[in-house]
T-cell receptor, first 115, second 115 residues
Framework: NAGVTQTPKFQVLKTGQSMTLQCAQD?????MSWYRQDPGMGLRLIHY???????DQGEVPNGYNVSRSTTEDFPLRLLSAAPSQTSVYFC??????????????FGPGTRLLVL | AQTVTQSQPEMSVQEAETVTLSCTYD???????LFWYKQPPSRQMILVIR??????QNATENRFSVNFQKAAKSFSLKISDSQLGDTAMYFC????????????FGQGTRLTINP
C-alpha cells in the first residue's frame, strides 16, 4: 500500500489563482480530512468527509471547497488564492469502524506559498 | 468547543535523559481519545501514542508513556532514554468518540535531544 499520497509537494501561486491539491489513499478508508498547519500552530481542520458523496466543514473552511466522488480521492480546491492561505496542507484518512477509527494516517503534506 | 493547550513551546534535554511534555485540554465530553503525534523535520505526522478516556490505565509504547489525569484534563507524554531521533515537534491532540474523526491539536512543543 502507498498509504496516503499528496500532490504536489510544493506550489507557488499568485493571489487570485486557483488550484487543486490532490489527496489519495489506497487503504479503503471511509474517513478523509484536510488540515492546514501554520507556523507556531497545530493543525487545524478545514474539511472532512465520512464517505463518498458526503463532506462537511471543519474549523477553518472559508476559501476552500472539497468533493468526494470516490472513496480513494479527496481533492481540496482553492478557488481564488489569498496570501492568508500560505500554509502546509495535510490530508489524513482513517477507518470508520471502532477500534480502528481513532487512528488517522497522514499524507506527507503540500507546502503552498501564495504571493 | 474543545481546546488543547501545550504550554511548553520548546524543550531541550541530553541524550538518554527522560523528558516530559505537558498537555491540557478542555472538553465537556465524557468519551474521547487523546493522542501524541510526532512531526520530525520531514513534516510527516507520526502517531506516537493514544489513550482512550474510558481507560484508567495509562498507555505505554516502548519508551513512550503517558500520564492521563481525566479529572484534571491533563495528558502528559514521558519519553524515557531519549534518543537523537526523538528530536521533533510533538503535538497533543483530542478527538471526540462520537462522529467523524476531527482532531483538535495543541500548538506543539519543539523537542531537541542533544548528544
Amino acid at each position: 500500500n502507498a498509504g496516503v499520497t499528496q500532490t504536489p509537494k510544493f506550489q507557488v501561486l499568485k493571489t487570485g489563482q486557483s488550484m487543486t491539491l490532490q489527496c489519495a489513499q489506497d487503504m479503503n478508508h471511509e474517513y478523509m480530512s484536510w488540515y492546514r498547519q501554520d507556523p507556531g500552530m497545530g493543525l487545524r481542520l478545514i474539511h472532512y468527509s465520512v464517505g463518498a458523496g458526503i463532506t462537511d466543514q471543519g474549523e477553518v473552511p472559508n476559501g476552500y471547497n472539497v468533493s468526494r466522488s470516490t472513496t480513494e480521492d479527496f481533492p481540496l480546491r482553492l478557488l481564488s488564492a489569498a496570501p492568508s492561505q500560505t500554509s502546509v496542507y495535510f490530508c489524513a484518512s482513517s477507518y470508520s469502524k471502532s477500534p480502528l477509527q481513532e487512528t488517522q494516517y497522514f499524507g506527507p503534506g503540500t507546502r503552498l506559498l501564495v504571493l | 468547543a474543545q481546546t488543547v493547550t501545550q504550554s511548553q513551546p520548546e524543550m531541550s534535554v541530553q541524550e538518554a535523559e527522560t523528558v516530559t511534555l505537558s498537555c491540557t485540554y478542555d472538553t465537556s465530553e465524557n468519551n474521547y481519545y487523546l493522542f501524541w503525534y510526532k512531526q520530525p523535520p520531514s513534516r510527516q505526522m507520526i502517531l506516537v501514542i493514544r489513550q482512550e478516556a474510558y481507560k484508567q490505565q495509562n498507555a505505554t509504547e516502548n519508551r513512550f508513556s503517558v500520564n492521563f489525569q481525566k479529572a484534571a484534563k491533563s495528558f502528559s507524554l514521558k519519553i524515557s532514554d531519549s534518543q537523537l531521533g526523538d528530536t521533533a515537534m510533538y503535538f497533543c491532540a483530542f478527538m471526540k468518540q462520537s462522529g467523524a474523526q476531527k482532531l483538535v491539536f495543541g500548538q506543539g512543543t519543539r523537542l531537541t535531544i542533544n548528544p
